[in-house]
């Protein structure tokens, strides 16, 4: 089962804009030294929803033929549940181990169609499906009861990406509801991964700038819960500041650029550049708060 720490990996870009494989390439190659359970594509902070399709499977690609077997989850769906297949259907044949999927959001969905979504995503793929539950995105709140009801209905679920707050009290019910038949995942840069943990995740997907930093609290958390507390406690400005709407794909771009990893910092619209003044202060934490990836560029 996918557990642990699953990074969002970030795109780069190059000056033109156009997606620059040898940056992501040393991206990935950071991420396999630090040691990750699993790697996520085409997630928010991947900026998928800007990469067409064609751009999809170049990155995939490129992934693939480094990671060897570590599990790899593609976010994929769609307005419908005929787009969602098509999509899902094409991480299948790349290779892709976990399919995370958001419900459909253009046409807002009742509780009823998002059952009807899912219920058709499981007849036609035959990947395992991740729930990404995030309403702060995609302004669709999927109930406790139909998630349950999904879970307990289609075994193809196997994981839900739990980003609603507050994100504890939904991981207790549904970990009620669940036990350990459903693998609950935190989300939302893990700005709540301590308390996330002590109500049952088994994972977390943030983005991939702090990997050493994941690692070091679930490594703590197995041995030394006061010590997870801590180190979560510490570094819980750079946590929230690279969720902010609008400007945290940016934010993320910004520290794996100092490092070296990326060539420039350049995000696609509709992300947004961050200015001078929010580039000094994200300085100041990371001057504050050692990040390997920082580290390695010294």
């Known amino acids: 089962m996918l557990k642990g720490n699953v990074p969002i990996l970030a795109t780069a870009f190059d000056l033109q804009g156009e997606v620059d494989i040898p940056s992501i390439r040393k991206l990935v190659a950071f991420l396999l030294r630090q040691g990750i359970d699993g790697l996520a594509l085409f997630g928010n902070a991947s900026e998928g929803y ?8 170049t990155i995939f690609s490129a992934v693939k033929e480094m990671t060897a077997d570590l599990p790899l989850v593609v976010a994929a769906g769609g307005a419908s549940s005929q787009v969602a297949i098509e999509e899902i259907k094409l991480a299948e044949r790349m290779g892709a181990q976990v ?34 539950d995030a309403p702060m995105m995609t302004g669709v709140t999927l109930p406790v009861a139909t998630l349950v009801s999904l879970c307990q209905t289609f ?9 609603q ?16 038949d459903i693998g609950l995942f935190g989300g939302l840069n893990a700005g709540f991964l301590y308390e996330e943990l002590a ?7 943030p983005a991939c700038e702090f990997p050493d930093v994941i690692n070091r609290i679930l490594a703590a958390w197995q041995h030394d819960r006061q010590q997870a507390r801590e180190i979560f406690y510490r570094y819980l400005p750079l946590l929230r500041y690279g969720v902010q709407p609008g400007i945290g794909v940016a934010i993320h771009k910004t520290i ?11 995000v696609r619209d509709p992300a947004k550049r961050i ?5 000094e202060e994200l300085r ?12 390695a560029a010294k």
């Open 99 to 132: 399919a995370m999927v958001n419900p459909p959001s253009v046409v807002k969905p009742g509780p009823e169609e998002i059952f009807r979504f899912y219920r058709d995503i499981c007849a036609q793929c035959d990947i395992e499906i991740m729930i990404q």
């Open 155 to 163: 075994p193809q679920i196997r994981y839900i990406k739990v980003e």
């Open 50 to 57: 800007a990469l067409t399709g064609a751009e999809k499977q």
């Open 256 to 266: 794996i650029y100092q490092a070296g990893l990326f060539a420039t910092d350049r």
């Open 284 to 295: 100041q934490i990371t001057d504050y708060l050692p990040l390997a990836i920082l580290e």
């Open 199 to 205: 109500r049952g995740i088994i994972g977390t997907m």
């Open 165 to 180: 707050p507050p994100t504890t009290l939904k991981i207790s019910q549904l970990k009620q509801a669940l036990a350990d």
């Open 275 to 279: 200015d001078d003044q929010t580039r």
